[in-house]
């Protein structure tokens, strides 16, 4: 995973400047004769959708409108499996991994992730529901994961508190409650933004690579 943060909280330029270095190392890896003819070409801007509206059109529903019986029935039909213990953000997450991720075949940035799925991005001008995330799929795979960085530490303990809930209730992907993290956050954060980029499986998409082991720089020292 490759990771970097920019001393500013500017949700668009972050999507720039992931799009600037996909396209630089596109170029790059097409300099070499034996995958140059594999690597596609980015065309900037990416797309763009938002993540809510997506998840709608593919379900045929309003899923925000869906009390948890409709939702828990809707998510059986879409094929989510083991759904009794999740939790209703969790439901919502892998319905849209089931219906929306495998149809972003071209590159395309999701944004406008709930507040529920991203407990420590912050929330989005206009509309607190939301918030200023956004994920970069190609071949329906998730190749980056940004967003601007909460720094007000009174909207991050209630949602760390809500994760505790969340978690007590079973979602193990759930986080607690953190109180290192929040009393540095009380002295004083700065507006920042963070992108972490899977290295593997971007190389797997600019070299046609289909499994993951090929792209691997140790293979060997990877368990079968």
Not at 90 to 99: G, N, T
Not at 184 to 207: H, Q
């Amino acid at each position: 995973m490759l990771e970097f943060y920019q001393a500013y909280a500017d949700y668009n330029g972050m999507m720039e400047l992931v799009e600037q270095l996909m396209e630089r190392v596109a170029d790059t890896v097409r300099t070499v004769p034996e995958v140059a003819a594999n690597v596609p070409a980015f065309e900037r801007p990416f797309r763009r959708v938002e993540w809510f509206p997506s998840l709608n059109t593919a379900a045929g529903t309003d899923v925000a409108d869906l009390d948890d019986a409709s939702l828990r029935a809707l998510a059986t039909r879409v094929g989510v499996e083991k759904i009794e213990s999740m939790s209703r953000p969790k439901l919502l997450d892998e319905m849209f991994q089931a219906l929306v991720e495998p149809k972003l075949v071209k590159p395309t940035f999701v944004v406008d992730y709930p507040v529920e799925l991203s407990p420590l991005a912050k929330p989005k001008r206009g509309n607190p529901k939301l918030t200023e995330r956004f994920e970069l799929f190609a071949n329906g795979k998730e190749m980056a994961n940004a967003f601007s960085e909460l720094n007000d530490p009174l909207d991050q303990r209630r949602r760390l508190e809500a994760q505790a809930k969340l978690r007590a209730a079973g979602d193990e992907e759930a986080v607690g409650v953190d109180e290192d993290y929040l009393r540095a956050m009380e002295y004083g954060m700065p507006p920042m933004g963070g992108v972490g980029i899977g290295v593997d499986r971007l190389f797997m998409y600019l070299t046609g690579a289909s499994n993951i082991r090929d792209v691997i720089l140790f293979p060997t020292m990877r368990p079968e």
